[in-house]
Structure formats: C-alpha cells, structure tokens
C-alpha cells in the first residue's frame, strides 16, 4: 500500500467488515445488478436513429414514362412463357417517415395481375404503380 492510503484511510483499512444481523446479505445477481449501465433516456438512441435514417422520394412519372412501362408490361403479359429475365426498380413506402426507397430486381416473371395491378418477380410482390422502370432482359 502507498502511503497516501494509509495516511487518509489508515485507521479503518484493517477493520473488518461489517456484517448486519437485521438485513441479509445481497445476492451476487442483485448486487451486480447494481452496477449495470443505466440509460436516462430510454429510446432516445432508436430516436436518433431513425431520424439519421435517410428516405427517398418518389416522384411521379410523367405519361411518357408510364405509356413506356405499360408497353413493356404488355409485352410482358403476352410473351409471359419467353420472358425468361427481366428487370424491375421499384420503390417502397416507408412505414415510419414520409419517402421510401427505391430497390431493383433481377429475375424471372412469376404472375402478372392486372387487376389488382402487381406483378410477382422472384416470389416479390411488387406494385404496378411503384415501378419507374422496367425491362426485359432475356427472351
């Protein structure tokens, strides 16, 4: 021991500890408890997150754009069993903030529902009205 220790604390650093006859002692579990770390703000760091998160937005298509997605959608739909590839981007409403993001697609046509405008591309739904573009790839 230094000197500084014996010096302030000398005349207890011997003693020993004291025990209680009324309270039992804490359990190890317990008393680490005691020490775990200790967030004031509970969900503020998912908050700060969330709003760190960037979205994008989506921008309508003008009728150009959409004639030229709907042409290769036809040709899609009547050429459904040669269409072996094609590509898709999309975009995706975010649930928590206003934007989304957009995702593209590589794959194979499953089912094109016109009805209830989606089409189905490697067992993803994607809606007809939230494609910005498309294209075949592979015959």
């Known amino acids: 021991m230094d000197n500084d220790s014996c010096k302030y604390y000398g005349d207890i650093i011997n003693m020993p500890r004291r025990i209680s006859n009324t309270h039992t002692p804490m359990n190890i579990l317990n008393r680490a408890a005691q020490f775990a770390p200790f967030s ?4 503020h760091h998912d908050a700060v997150k969330e709003t760190e998160r960037i979205t994008e937005t989506f921008n309508s298509l003008d009728e150009e754009e959409k004639e030229r997605i709907n042409y290769i959608l036809q040709s899609i739909l009547y050429n459904i069993n040669a269409v072996h590839k094609i590509y898709v981007k999309y975009f995706i409403k975010d649930d928590k903030k206003s934007g989304g993001r957009f995702v593209k697609v590589y794959g194979s046509i499953k089912k094109i529902d016109t009805y209830n405008r989606f089409l189905i591309v490697n067992d993803i739904k994607i809606n007809i ?11």
């Open 40 to 43: 004031a703000l509970p969900g």
């Open 129 to 139: 009205d939230n494609i910005v573009d498309i294209s075949i790839l592979e015959y």
